[in-house]
């Protein structure tokens, strides 16, 4: 082979490879990563074949895809996905997370998409009786870690020594404590939980809410600080789309009864 010819397919060969990368730049620069954590219903949860659904990730995927973007989502533990999006593993986090003045110096939040408050879960026929918040004393009693249900539990009854921290229980993930509640109150008494989200496992499973604790959250998405970009295309957004039928849509999907 002559050297013009090796030359000629060197290249060629050089820039397929060339428009195969910049292809693939091309199309990591319209990808959304959206991280989850996958354990509350009806916001976000695993189906049996494995798909991560719920309200949080139509809502945050009409909205991306709106914006032009492709949207992965990744199921990651609630209290890694702050962490998770600090280091740029994921880029935007969408899982029923409340906006606070804590987390608003560790990440910029989107407008508020959804209010709840706290609720407490008992298993049903258990015996446990709970109308007010000192009730829960007596029992042992859980939330799910890096929540703000796990800092009212912290804040009102461990902190004031009103709850033995013995009888605080940690769970990782939300589907865990219910399962440890249907365990008996041995195992857990009593779980501090989301609003809607006590309501969605009362629907199906053998729990109930005994109290709801008023606490005036919101909902938001949440970006890394100084991704400003994203975060207004996010915003205008969501201004349209909560205004939109698909919204009505969405609502009537996942909280009609
Ligand atoms: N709204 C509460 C918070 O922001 C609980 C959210 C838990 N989300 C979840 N996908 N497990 O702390």
């Not at 050089?14 to 959304?32: D, E, H, P, R, W």
């Not at 890694?80 to 935007?92: K, T």
């Not at 509640?181 to 009593?190: F, V």
């Not at 008023?214 to 998405?221: I, K, L, Q, R």
Request: net charge negative; proline share 3%.
């Amino acid at each position: 082979m002559g050297n013009r010819k090796l030359m000629a397919i060197v290249l060629i060969g050089l820039t397929f490879v060339g428009m195969t990368l910049s292809g693939c730049t091309q199309q990591k620069a319209n990808t959304i990563i959206v991280g989850t954590s996958a354990d509350y219903p009806p916001f976000e949860n695993t189906t049996v074949n494995g798909s991560i659904v719920g309200f949080d990730i139509d809502l945050i995927k009409k909205v991306l895809q709106d914006e032009g973007y492709t949207v992965q989502v990744r199921d990651i533990a609630f209290d890694s996905l702050i962490p998770e999006l600090q280091l740029g593993h994921i880029n935007v986090i969408a899982a029923a997370m409340t906006i606070n003045a804590e987390r608003e110096t560790q990440v910029s939040f989107s407008r508020p998409y959804y209010d709840a408050n706290q609720s407490v879960l008992v298993q049903t026929g258990s015996g446990v009786n709970i109308t007010n918040t000192i009730d829960l004393t007596k029992y042992i009693v859980g939330a799910q870690t890096g929540t703000t249900g796990w800092e009212w539990v912290n804040s009102t009854l461990v902190a004031t020594g009103k709850l033995n921290p013995d009888h605080f229980n940690s769970y990782q993930s939300a589907l865990l404590a219910i399962n440890d509640l249907q365990n008996g109150p041995t195992r857990l008494g009593a779980l501090v939980i989301d609003s809607p989200v006590a309501n969605a496992f009362a629907a199906k499973q053998a729990v109930k809410v005994a109290l709801t604790i008023t606490t005036n959250e919101s909902y938001g998405f949440a970006v890394k600080i100084g991704n400003t970009a994203l975060l207004t295309k996010i915003n205008n957004d969501l201004l349209n789309v909560t205004g939109s039928s698909y919204w009505k849509e969405l609502v009537d999907k996942y909280f009609a009864s």
